[in-house]
């Protein structure tokens, strides 16, 4: 493996501007948007800002541990190829339960509607929510309804929340990763965001580029059920892979170091990034995680991985260093080291 | 106690358009928004209506009775006498927990911010939330932020969801409404929506008129504490007074008579409410419910009410029937009865 670069890069080498309004790369799950959730939005919430970043909370009432999350969905086209903004509020909540490691269980459904919305497509992204429920098996427990007049929405945002149980002991953090730990990936990247933006640009590419959009609970607890000692899950939605290695990274204090050729990306998906000047380590996915965990349980997780999502590769992709500087490093072909950074904002906005 | 009006009303009398897009109405609260849900909303969520119609579901997790709901808020302006948007989404969901007689625990916020939107203002809407979850003690657990580009929101948007616990075994709802019960109203009502429309029209009145947004959480489980028989709890948001009543009676099948005599309403609320052409008993309240419960239990619960409350007047101001026409009828100052029926859409729109 080659050295490191030598030059030192900071956790958070760009200098952000200071902002007095909200910029749009403010919801991009970039430095930005990591600066107005620890400067601004963690303090306003109780738990310590650890807990709020990690996809769910996890909370004991009455004795059961419970998890809870929530997230806004203002994906723009609403309907896309492999989803819409339905299953897309489905599933997204579904695999935050997922990635603390709980049992999805119930959801909240609360739409906002734009004056002028047709009737017909509110039905099509409901009907995809039921379904996309009925296929992650949890149930739409509760919803409400609110209606913002004509050029003060955008058709229709969606909001769920979605509690679950955590059955297990496995603390699924990134403070429990360790040096010498495997990083899998779970499928090729970078779909969600092509498809959507391929769709919002009315670009055509030789092959349809479809949403990997998919519940990833099945997998979680197939993991888990295997008795393997998973160390952090993460999603890889806002931000793609690269930022959520890098937030895992911040988070730990830990180096992570990871193989460009172990990354499956398809070759529609790499043209289009060639296209469109993006890079597919950067670009969101909606039904793809990384697992960390101990090296030798690695094979076990692939097969297991494998076995529910079988139209998925996983991969091993790379592991955690000995070194504690909180950085992610890539490996490229020719043996090349870089470093991945955040990005200050997004490629793309409202991906999800 | 005069007779019945002569004249026979189905319980849904305004023949409703049909619309093949969605309108402003449609969020309002009246006839139009339950026709919504009950024709789309409920059918693509898997609970049956009338739980899905409650302000909570409550849930089997692990042998804990959970509460779980969820409630965007879109009010306009955001901030305005007595609230602001972020005191309205934490007792707006602290509330509808309350509702189903929970002990509220766990809140998560999902914001929807519009590009543009001044930093100063998010600092001050979530500082808000944070008081008014203290106040509610109840805790901020989870979040997620989204930006919307400028012209596609509306500043801010707010969602919570929020959990909590059933700690007894009463069946708090509609079904178990029966003759003879007492119907309480917990104080005032009007103050909310005045307050709202009144900031938004820059209109003055004599007197300022605050919103009576508050948590109801407290009187509730101290009428729960006392050992007290609760039917049916709602809180008066859109619709009102009118609107909460009517759906308990379409839901329960049983006919409701109140006394407008001793429907307290402020002198500052009833002029502007003149003014503007509108009727107190269906503007929105945040911080108002009625219970309805046996009535030689009354008297208990209103010096409960009284207690957690000192600033309200908690009154008696109806009883159920022995009839089951699924109606509300009225009791005027000179002894005439009029009948009470849904809205088709609302008074005021976006009052949260």
Do not use: W
Not at 49 to 54: I, M, P, V, Y
Not at 64 to 73: E, G, I, N, Q
Not at 219 to 245: M, S
């Amino acid at each position: 493996m080659p050295d490191e670069p030598s030059s030192f890069q900071p956790s958070c080498p760009t200098p952000l501007r200071r902002h007095e309004t909200i910029q749009l790369a403010h919801g991009g799950g970039g430095a930005l948007m990591r600066e107005l959730l620890e400067s601004r939005v963690f303090p306003a919430l109780q738990s310590d800002s650890a807990d709020a970043r990690h996809d769910s909370a996890v909370l004991d009432v009455n004795g059961v541990r419970l998890a809870f999350t929530t997230d806004s969905h203002v994906v723009s086209p609403l309907f896309f190829p492999g989803g819409d903004i339905g299953s897309l509020a489905v599933n997204g909540t579904v695999n935050d339960l997922a990635m603390s490691g709980a049992r999805p269980l119930h959801l909240s459904v609360a739409l906002i509607i734009e004056e002028g919305f047709e009737l017909a497509l509110l039905d099509r992204a409901l009907a995809s929510m039921r379904a996309a429920a009925d296929r992650a098996g949890v149930l739409l427990a509760t919803g409400d309804t609110k209606v913002v007049d004509k050029g003060k929405g955008d058709g229709l945002f969606i909001t769920t929340a979605g509690v679950g149980v955590v059955d297990h002991d496995l603390m699924i953090a990134p403070a429990s990763v360790r040096p010498g730990d495997a990083v899998i990936l779970s499928g090729d990247v970078g779909r969600h965001g092509i498809a959507i933006m391929a769709e919002r640009e009315g670009l055509s590419f030789e092959s349809n580029i479809e949403s990997d959009c998919a519940p990833l609970n099945a997998a979680v607890l197939a993991l888990i059920d295997a008795g393997l000692d998973l160390h952090c899950l993460r999603d890889l939605t806002r931000g793609g892979l690269a930022t959520a290695l890098k937030e895992i990274a911040l988070d730990s204090g830990c180096d992570i170091r990871i193989r460009e050729g172990d990354i499956p990306v398809s070759d529609p998906v790499r043209g289009a990034c060639e296209m469109l000047g993006l890079d597919p380590l950067y670009v969101a996915n909606e039904g793809r995680m990384v697992v960390i965990l101990p090296k030798q349980e690695a094979d076990r997780a692939l097969e297991i991985i494998q076995r529910e999502q079988p139209d998925c590769e996983p991969r091993i992709i790379g592991f955690v260093k000995e070194e504690q500087n909180h950085r992610l490093t890539i490996e490229g072909g020719l043996g090349v080291v870089r470093v991945l950074d955040l990005l200050s904002g997004e490629q793309l906005p409202r991906i999800c």
